[in-house]
């Protein structure tokens, strides 16, 4: 049973809004790719779990803390008689490991996985004993890019590799399900501990960003329009333009939380694709509004 889904990060969202309004350096690129990666990654991981019985609870992507620090689970599985942290790796090619040491062919001075997998083990190991449960945990590294290979002369127990995941998921599913309401306890109080971060992204301001909205398929502008519909010329994508104003206003949304939603900034934000008239109808239909005339604004009718 899953618990807690995988939401796409925020971090990733707002990202690729910037993406398509601002010219982002090469390391917000850099770190815009790698966090894709990560996430495309722990996606396949999550399409594999399926395959385990309905039994098993499963938490993902989960951001706790003990005693001031914080620690990061991918995936967290809770079964009858013990607990699996489940650390996904995305990584693609070869890579070395002698001792205690990480290494590609380019890069010398790797972090090692398995210290991550460590502190999180033990941090969660005392997290647990302070919720007031004994149960014993075990905690993997799993590698699920068929295109990794890693060269070394020791056996690690707690490395899976791409080649081992069927076995392992037999393995688990070969476990005793006997699974009680103490067990959906622990699961709904750990998803409940959960800490949600701000992201972190580079500076930009309301000003600096390039107006228009952005296709949702590969965050170009829509430039053209045809009886209603914006049409992308770059990936040929369609959207009713009701549709993509109110997505936009959302992305506004998310961008300046703060910000004051008027007509006149909606119609500003979305590049003038409809009139302030009908502007305002949609936004009459969709969202609530306060206050009227010049000092009219919308907010989210849950706000």
């Not at 008689?81 to 002698?98: C, H, M, P, S, T």
């Not at 899976?160 to 067990?183: A, C, D, E, G, S």
């Not at 959960?194 to 228009?212: C, D, F, N």
Request: glycine share 4%; net charge positive.
């Amino acid at each position: 049973m899953l618990i807690r889904p995988r939401p796409l990060p925020l971090e990733i969202i707002l990202f690729r809004y910037l993406r398509g309004r601002m010219n982002l350096s090469e390391n917000d690129i850099i770190n815009l790719k790698n966090l894709e990666k990560g996430y495309e990654g722990e996606r396949k991981s999550d399409e594999w779990l399926k395959d385990l019985t309905d039994h098993w609870l499963v938490l993902h992507d989960l951001l706790l803390e003990y005693n001031g620090s914080k620690f990061q689970i991918d995936t967290l599985i809770i079964a009858h008689e013990k607990i699996y942290i489940l650390d996904v790796k995305n990584y693609e090619g070869d890579y070395y490991l002698e001792g205690d040491k990480w290494t590609t062919k380019s890069n010398d001075n790797l972090k090692n996985p398995l210290h991550q997998l460590i502190r999180c083990d033990g941090l969660f190991k005392k997290l647990l004993w302070q919720l007031g449960y004994n149960l014993p945990v075990e905690s993997y590294l799993i590698f699920i890019n068929p295109e990794f290979h890693l060269y070394t002369t020791a056996n690690h127990a707690n490395i899976i590799f791409p080649t081992q995941l069927n076995r392992f998921m037999k393995k688990l599913n070969n476990r005793p399900v006997k699974l009680n309401q103490r067990h959906h306890t622990l699961a709904k109080e750990i998803a409940a501990l959960h800490i949600v971060e701000p992201p972190r992204l580079p500076p930009y301001s309301y000003g600096q960003l390039k107006k228009g909205s952005l296709c949702p398929k590969c965050y170009s502008f829509f430039i053209s329009f045809t009886r209603g519909t914006l049409i992308c010329t770059k990936c040929s994508y369609k959207e009713d333009v009701d549709t993509a104003l109110l997505r936009s206003v959302k992305e506004l949304v998310m961008l300046f939380p703060e910000m004051v939603i008027t007509t006149n900034i909606v119609y500003d934000w979305c590049g003038g694709i409809k009139s302030k008239k009908a502007i305002r109808r949609v936004l009459n239909k969709n969202f609530k509004q306060t206050g009227h005339n010049k000092s009219s604004h919308f907010t989210f009718p849950n706000k």
